[in-house]
């Protein structure tokens, strides 16, 4: 159990929660950014890093990866404390007298944050991965659902399952570090970008269709997998480190818990200030609804500027509601 | 906005899409799946998955098929036979199961 104490906290590293903690920092407000992914970027980085976005102000096309990227940049300049890998559970609010109430909110690893405000820039909620049934028992021990770094694959017989732009992202990546990879798809079409495929055809990646992963061998440690394309026989191969890419599912999760006001059963209801009926809590970005509302990330960022504006002055309610222009506050960037 | 399925599906259900959905919003009939449009997300996943491509986008579905834009709403907004109240949005195919019915349009297919 750690224990963070923050201005703010932000729920979701998609791309509006990310340009929401470069936002707190603009206001001076030290920042923590929780999300149950590994990775930040949110729906960007877990399902289409690779498609050319066109409709970002100011980037006539930038592709997932690269906006995810950049945002990340921008809000380095404020050092964010990114809490990864865990979801937000429970809220707990403690009554202050001559100023906001404290909000605790505790993450799915025993993190406490204690803040003052809340943004949740939560999207769809929640992503889990898509379990692989014939492996879910080795989780940990050879199974993987997602590649942070090649070092645990130097060297090991990697098989991975999927067709998507993580699975074949990874083939890529681990390809040149490990003892082989073999590339399993259930189906003979790739969803995964064309060009990331050219690119994993001409290595020396070896990629079944039309197959699953049907058993896993191993008690301790992963040492094989079983591999059936339909009508043929079985054929096991030798494998060490299973990563199923099968994508995931999304769900509002554990935020139905914290009192807040539901709209259609999955969005939160949101004032113009971006207040949700729970004090102290905001929230941006396709999560939020109101009249009128249109999702898409370019109204999320504009929300989210709105969003932490707006909890600056619930922390402080002498604070202008108005953060000045960038323009005017010098290098944003420490020199 | 959301992705919408038509006539191709009836009576083949081979629901890859059902798979690949991150918010697992395709529901089962007796002989046709549809896409709920209040939890669509539009990320379009579903399309390329479909072995008969029954799936579009509500904006892109071909002239023949366009009643299903409304006939996939209509199996959430209005009550099925057999049914008391229209399903809405219930938040996952898992939680509901097979649904087990289908709206006049595909019924009288």
């Not at chain 1, 224990?3 to 929660?17: E, M, R, S």
């Not at chain 1, 050219?198 to 896993?216: H, K, N, W």
């Not at chain 2, 081979?14 to 009939?29: A, F, H, L, R, T």
């Amino acid at each position: 159990m750690s224990a963070v104490d923050v201005d703010l906290l932000i729920v979701g590293a998609g791309p509006v929660g990310l340009y929401g903690a470069f936002y707190a920092g603009v206001r001076g407000l030290s920042v923590a950014v929780v999300d149950s992914l590994s990775q930040v970027g949110g729906q960007v980085s877990a399902l289409y890093p690779e498609k050319q976005i066109l409709d970002v102000a100011g980037f006539p096309s930038v592709t997932g990866r690269t906006l995810i990227g950049n945002l990340v940049e921008q809000a380095a300049a404020y050092d964010p404390l990114y809490l990864l890998g865990q979801e937000a559970q429970r809220l707990e609010r403690t009554v202050v007298d001559d100023g906001p109430d404290l909000l605790v909110v505790t993450t799915s690893s025993g993190t406490e944050v204690t803040c003052r405000a809340v943004v949740v820039t939560g999207g769809i909620g929640t992503f889990t991965p898509r379990a692989l049934p014939a492996g879910e028992q080795l989780l940990g021990r050879g199974l993987e659902y997602f590649v942070p770094s090649a070092q645990a694959y130097v060297g090991t017989d990697v098989v991975i399952v999927g067709g998507g732009d993580s699975a074949v992202d990874w083939a890529l990546m681990l390809q040149p570090v490990a003892a082989s990879v073999t590339l399993v798809h259930r189906r003979e079409a790739f969803r995964a970008h064309h060009g990331s495929l050219q690119a994993l055809r001409a290595t020396d990646v070896r990629i079944i269709t039309g197959a699953q992963v049907s058993e896993t061998v191993g008690d301790e440690a992963l040492e094989a997998v079983v591999v059936t394309v339909k009508g043929e026989p079985p054929q096991t191969l030798p494998c060490q480190r299973l990563v199923a890419a099968l994508g995931f599912t999304a769900n509002l999760g554990p935020l139905r818990e914290w009192g807040l006001e539901l709209h259609d059963n999955r969005h939160l209801v949101v004032d113009s200030a971006m207040r949700t009926n729970v004090t102290g809590v905001f929230a941006a970005g396709d999560v939020n609804d109101y009249d009128g509302k249109v999702r898409l990330i370019a109204v999320g960022f504009g929300e989210v500027a709105t969003a932490v504006n707006n909890a600056a002055v619930h922390l402080d309610p002498a604070a202008q509601l108005f953060p000045g222009h960038s323009t005017d506050l010098g290098a944003l960037v420490p020199a | 906005m959301p992705y919408v399925i038509a006539a191709p599906c009836i009576d083949i259900m081979d629901k890859s899409c059902m798979e690949e959905c991150p918010v697992d919003c395709i529901y089962e009939g007796e002989r046709k799946l549809y896409i709920n449009p209040k939890e669509c997300i539009d990320c379009g996943a579903c399309e390329p998955v479909c072995p008969v491509e029954a799936i579009s986008q509500d904006r892109r579905v071909d002239e023949e098929h366009t009643d299903h834009v409304e006939d996939n709403r209509r199996f959430f907004v209005e009550v099925l036979p057999g049914r008391d109240a229209p399903l809405g949005a219930p938040g996952g195919a898992h939680k509901t199961g097979a649904i087990g019915v289908d709206t006049p349009l595909v019924t009288g297919a």
